[in-house]
């Protein structure tokens, strides 16, 4: 009876787990399988075998090294300003002030706004003819083109993210600064601690893993950035703005070489799981998985 | 079960019984019988008898046509409606319109292709024809079939059929025709730059960093983004320039010149103009919109377009400042040793062809035939298409509707070249793009970023 029991389980498991093994395994077999092959739309139905050609000749390639260091100094520049910034304005509000919720909702609103929507508007908000941004700074006297070289692209994409993502890490760490233990706090007080040293001695301390937690999950977001740049900056000038992501929907969808987009792919899923790996392991070092 | 339990079970059954019925009846209203048809025929003659006849039972058949989202979809389904209405019951035929995201077109057509699924009869295949060819059927036979097909493509400019042929059968049928041209204010400009050293004065002359008095910003704008049509609108600047474009079976020539002094001065064209900021600064992030909303917005005094800006530019509604001051030319050039002046234009063309895994080829192909048509094209043009049919344009109705017909008829008669129908043709703009950039933005040199676009072309053409 308990056999039985205990073998029920996986049964009942099995409507929902079969589909999803099929929606991620049969595309990574799939993968493997393009990425072993010289496979485009007019070879489509009879590729050549070519074995790890693609591999290599990803590894060989310039640009595509040239995309993931863009993008991981991308994610390196992005990721710490917005937790700073998003854990900055959680305690600014975790206090009773007026119209506090009204102001959380309206702060939230980015993240309700598809990535690729947003890169439009912020096109259109910094072009020099009809944007808004450059129309006060002209009015303050500051004339500054936002897309005239790779610097100025560069800061514009960062503007971006920083303002579609920062409510993302501000809701967490809200979330945890709400959910932190009165008696510490009371204790300090009690001690005649100031405000400074509680935030660096309590705060900081106890929001720690929340806020190790939250910088992995915005760095490998902030690494899967495709829509700004394809909107915003085609990946130029040149190819200077070009991201990993990026570079592989080239290589697949507009190259149409399928096997090549295929092992790029699997690369960068290599590159990530090691990163992974790595944050896994400080995120186990302070205890929180 | 408790007296209140069993009124909610009650309830909930009574929900979902009262749900599936009216899905049903919804379903039922909604489904469009396809099968036969008897169409019956009242003559009054002359005797004050009413003579009833019957035509025979018919069967229909729907065809799938998929199209190009946008204006041009606008406009054929204009004409499919008319088609629907006069031409269905009697041929048989009905026409249902199919159309997927502007962005995602391409990516759903091929996997609708790739996967040899009849979902589609027709389908819009863009130009990549040479690419697709395999999945396409070859319509030579029918155009031959005299009972399939009474009409003549004669009316069509020869390059537009040209482009739809590879290895010399034709795979589909053009219905769009986009060429570049050289869009300036005529009121500031009287007679067009006609010369490429012209065209550098002129838009120095617009700039007010060296002209104060101009009243525009800007001469000249680029479109810099790095994109491949963006590399198309280059392209004709570079064989104004005396260089070697990339048109049908020209293609390695095309790599092996893209060196050549030509060449070079082309880009270095465009180079000086962002450097100089005769080009709007953010012009490097710039394609069809933002170069259209810069002229539109009177910054700036050329540029070089696809003619498809021309109808919004002359929209007394959407171009308020400048729709009365635009003014067209071909692309100028470089003066040749017998003293005329070499104009060049991009071409290409928009078209469709029939699914070679459609189960309805011959009644397809009987919906193309009269696409084919002048009053199909005529009606197609008047919507927002742009045939490029040579009885179309001659109308006095199509030049009416489109006033820029009488302009671009030199232009695509005496200047344009086909773009090529390479199977790659889409890899060699974005490459090309991709390097040119770098030099307009000035991260690289010109002969630097020539010569890497020609390396990296020289492995796909291999």
Redesign the interface.
Same mark, same amino acid.
């Given at each position: 009876m308990r056999g039985s029991k205990g073998r029920i389980k996986y049964f009942l498991i099995l409507p929902s787990l079969l589909p999803l093994l099929f929606l991620t395994l049969y595309p990574t077999i799939f993968a493997y399988y393009l990425s072993i092959h010289k496979i485009t739309?007019?070879t489509?139905h009879n590729p050549e075998f070519t074995g790890v050609t693609n591999f290599i000749n990803v590894a060989v390639n310039y640009q595509f090294w040239y995309s993931v260091g863009f993008t991981a100094l991308y994610s390196a520049i992005v990721t710490p300003i917005e937790i700073a910034l998003g854990l900055l304005l959680a305690i600014l509000l975790n206090r009773e002030i007026y119209g506090r919720r009204i102001i959380i909702t309206l702060m939230l609103t980015p993240l309700a706004i598809a990535p690729s929507l947003m890169a439009i508007m912020m096109?259109l908000m910094?072009?020099?003819?009809?944007g808004l941004v450059p129309y006060i700074l002209r009015y303050i006297g500051v004339n500054h083109?936002?897309?005239?070289?790779?610097n100025s692209?560069f800061i514009t994409l960062i503007i971006t993210d920083i303002l579609q993502w920062t409510p993302f890490v501000f809701i967490i760490a809200y979330s945890g600064l709400q959910a932190l233990p009165r008696e510490p706090y009371e204790a300090a007080l009690i001690d005649g601690a100031d405000s400074k040293r509680i935030f660096r001695h309590i705060t900081l301390p106890l929001l720690k893993p929340l806020l190790l937690l939250v910088s992995v999950l915005r760095f490998m977001d902030a690494y899967k950035l495709f829509e700004y740049v394809h909107i915003?900056?085609?990946?130029?000038?040149?190819?200077?703005t070009t991201t990993s992501t990026l570079f592989t929907y080239?290589v697949g969808?507009?190259?149409?070489d399928f096997g090549l987009a295929a092992a790029t792919t699997l690369f960068l899923f290599y590159i990530t799981m090691v990163s992974a790996t790595i944050g896994l392991r400080i995120l186990n070092k302070v205890r929180i998985i | 079960m408790t007296k209140k339990s069993r009124r909610e079970v009650l309830g909930a059954a009574a929900g979902f019984i009262g749900g599936l019925a009216v899905g049903a009846a919804a379903g039922w209203l909604a489904k469009t019988p396809e099968t036969t048809l008897p169409i019956t025929v009242t003559r009054t003659v002359v005797q004050p008898t009413t003579i009833e006849r019957t035509i025979g039972l018919r069967e229909q058949v729907t065809v799938k046509v998929n199209w190009w989202p946008g204006p041009e979809s606008d406009a054929i389904a204009k004409v499919l409606d008319r088609w629907n209405k006069y031409m269905a019951n009697e041929s048989g035929i009905k026409s249902e319109l199919v159309l997927f995201g502007r962005d995602a077109h391409v990516?759903k057509i091929?996997s609708i292709l790739?996967a040899g699924s009849p979902e589609l009869d027709i389908v819009f295949e863009f130009y990549l024809v040479g690419?697709?060819a395999?999945y396409l059927e070859p319509l030579d036979q029918y155009f031959a079939d005299e009972s399939l097909y009474p009409y003549t493509l004669a009316d069509y400019f020869p390059a537009a059929i040209d482009a739809f042929k590879v290895d010399g059968k034709i795979y589909g049928v053009p219905t769009d025709v986009s060429v570049h041209v050289l869009i300036y204010r005529k009121d500031l400009i009287p007679q067009p730059p006609k010369t490429l050293e012209e065209l550098v004065g002129l838009a120095r002359k617009f700039t007010k960093k060296y002209n104060s008095e101009s009243p525009t910003d800007y001469g000249f704008i680029v479109s810099?983004?790095?994109?491949?049509f963006n590399a198309m609108l280059w392209e004709s600047v570079l064989a104004s320039a005396g260089g070697t474009p990339f048109e049908p079976g020209k293609e390695t020539k095309a790599v092996e010149d893209l060196t050549s002094p030509a060449a070079k001065r082309a880009l270095q064209i465009y180079a000086d103009f962002m450097k100089d900021e005769i080009s709007?600064? !953010?012009s490097?992030?710039y394609?069809y919109g933002?170069a259209n909303?810069?002229f539109q917005?009177g910054?700036a005094a050329m540029y070089v377009q696809w003619n498809a800006a021309i109808g919004e530019l002359r929209d007394r509604e959407r171009s308020p400042r400048v729709w009365d001051k635009v003014g067209i030319a071909p692309i100028p050039g470089i003066q040749l040793t017998d003293g005329t002046i070499l104009h060049r234009s991009h071409s290409h063309y928009l078209g469709y062809s029939i699914n070679r895994a459609s189960q309805h080829k011959k009644e397809a192909f009987k919906l193309l035939a009269y696409l084919t048509t002048t009053r199909a094209m005529l009606d197609y043009l008047k919507f927002g298409g742009f045939p490029p049919m040579r009885s179309v344009f001659y109308m006095p109705e199509a030049q009416q509707a489109r006033t820029e017909i009488p302009e671009l008829i030199p232009i695509l008669d005496k200047y344009a070249y086909a773009m090529t129908n390479h199977?790659?043709v889409?890899?060699i703009y !974005?490459i090309l793009a991709?390097?040119i950039?770098?030099a307009?933005?000035?991260?690289?040199s010109v002969d630097d970023a020539l010569k890497a676009a020609q390396e990296e072309l020289r492995t796909i053409l291999k």
């Amino acid at each position: 009876m308990r056999g039985s029991k205990g073998r029920i389980k996986y049964f009942l498991i099995l409507p929902s787990l079969l589909p999803l093994l099929f929606l991620t395994l049969y595309p990574t077999i799939f993968a493997y399988y393009l990425s072993i092959h010289k496979i485009t739309i007019r070879t489509f139905h009879n590729p050549e075998f070519t074995g790890v050609t693609n591999f290599i000749n990803v590894a060989v390639n310039y640009q595509f090294w040239y995309s993931v260091g863009f993008t991981a100094l991308y994610s390196a520049i992005v990721t710490p300003i917005e937790i700073a910034l998003g854990l900055l304005l959680a305690i600014l509000l975790n206090r009773e002030i007026y119209g506090r919720r009204i102001i959380i909702t309206l702060m939230l609103t980015p993240l309700a706004i598809a990535p690729s929507l947003m890169a439009i508007m912020m096109k259109l908000m910094f072009n020099e003819f009809v944007g808004l941004v450059p129309y006060i700074l002209r009015y303050i006297g500051v004339n500054h083109n936002f897309f005239r070289d790779f610097n100025s692209s560069f800061i514009t994409l960062i503007i971006t993210d920083i303002l579609q993502w920062t409510p993302f890490v501000f809701i967490i760490a809200y979330s945890g600064l709400q959910a932190l233990p009165r008696e510490p706090y009371e204790a300090a007080l009690i001690d005649g601690a100031d405000s400074k040293r509680i935030f660096r001695h309590i705060t900081l301390p106890l929001l720690k893993p929340l806020l190790l937690l939250v910088s992995v999950l915005r760095f490998m977001d902030a690494y899967k950035l495709f829509e700004y740049v394809h909107i915003m900056t085609g990946g130029g000038p040149g190819f200077s703005t070009t991201t990993s992501t990026l570079f592989t929907y080239r290589v697949g969808f507009i190259h149409g070489d399928f096997g090549l987009a295929a092992a790029t792919t699997l690369f960068l899923f290599y590159i990530t799981m090691v990163s992974a790996t790595i944050g896994l392991r400080i995120l186990n070092k302070v205890r929180i998985i | 079960m408790t007296k209140k339990s069993r009124r909610e079970v009650l309830g909930a059954a009574a929900g979902f019984i009262g749900g599936l019925a009216v899905g049903a009846a919804a379903g039922w209203l909604a489904k469009t019988p396809e099968t036969t048809l008897p169409i019956t025929v009242t003559r009054t003659v002359v005797q004050p008898t009413t003579i009833e006849r019957t035509i025979g039972l018919r069967e229909q058949v729907t065809v799938k046509v998929n199209w190009w989202p946008g204006p041009e979809s606008d406009a054929i389904a204009k004409v499919l409606d008319r088609w629907n209405k006069y031409m269905a019951n009697e041929s048989g035929i009905k026409s249902e319109l199919v159309l997927f995201g502007r962005d995602a077109h391409v990516d759903k057509i091929t996997s609708i292709l790739l996967a040899g699924s009849p979902e589609l009869d027709i389908v819009f295949e863009f130009y990549l024809v040479g690419k697709l060819a395999q999945y396409l059927e070859p319509l030579d036979q029918y155009f031959a079939d005299e009972s399939l097909y009474p009409y003549t493509l004669a009316d069509y400019f020869p390059a537009a059929i040209d482009a739809f042929k590879v290895d010399g059968k034709i795979y589909g049928v053009p219905t769009d025709v986009s060429v570049h041209v050289l869009i300036y204010r005529k009121d500031l400009i009287p007679q067009p730059p006609k010369t490429l050293e012209e065209l550098v004065g002129l838009a120095r002359k617009f700039t007010k960093k060296y002209n104060s008095e101009s009243p525009t910003d800007y001469g000249f704008i680029v479109s810099g983004k790095t994109l491949l049509f963006n590399a198309m609108l280059w392209e004709s600047v570079l064989a104004s320039a005396g260089g070697t474009p990339f048109e049908p079976g020209k293609e390695t020539k095309a790599v092996e010149d893209l060196t050549s002094p030509a060449a070079k001065r082309a880009l270095q064209i465009y180079a000086d103009f962002m450097k100089d900021e005769i080009s709007p600064p !953010d012009s490097i992030t710039y394609e069809y919109g933002e170069a259209n909303a810069a002229f539109q917005a009177g910054r700036a005094a050329m540029y070089v377009q696809w003619n498809a800006a021309i109808g919004e530019l002359r929209d007394r509604e959407r171009s308020p400042r400048v729709w009365d001051k635009v003014g067209i030319a071909p692309i100028p050039g470089i003066q040749l040793t017998d003293g005329t002046i070499l104009h060049r234009s991009h071409s290409h063309y928009l078209g469709y062809s029939i699914n070679r895994a459609s189960q309805h080829k011959k009644e397809a192909f009987k919906l193309l035939a009269y696409l084919t048509t002048t009053r199909a094209m005529l009606d197609y043009l008047k919507f927002g298409g742009f045939p490029p049919m040579r009885s179309v344009f001659y109308m006095p109705e199509a030049q009416q509707a489109r006033t820029e017909i009488p302009e671009l008829i030199p232009i695509l008669d005496k200047y344009a070249y086909a773009m090529t129908n390479h199977p790659e043709v889409f890899t060699i703009y !974005d490459i090309l793009a991709k390097h040119i950039s770098a030099a307009w933005s000035g991260q690289t040199s010109v002969d630097d970023a020539l010569k890497a676009a020609q390396e990296e072309l020289r492995t796909i053409l291999k």
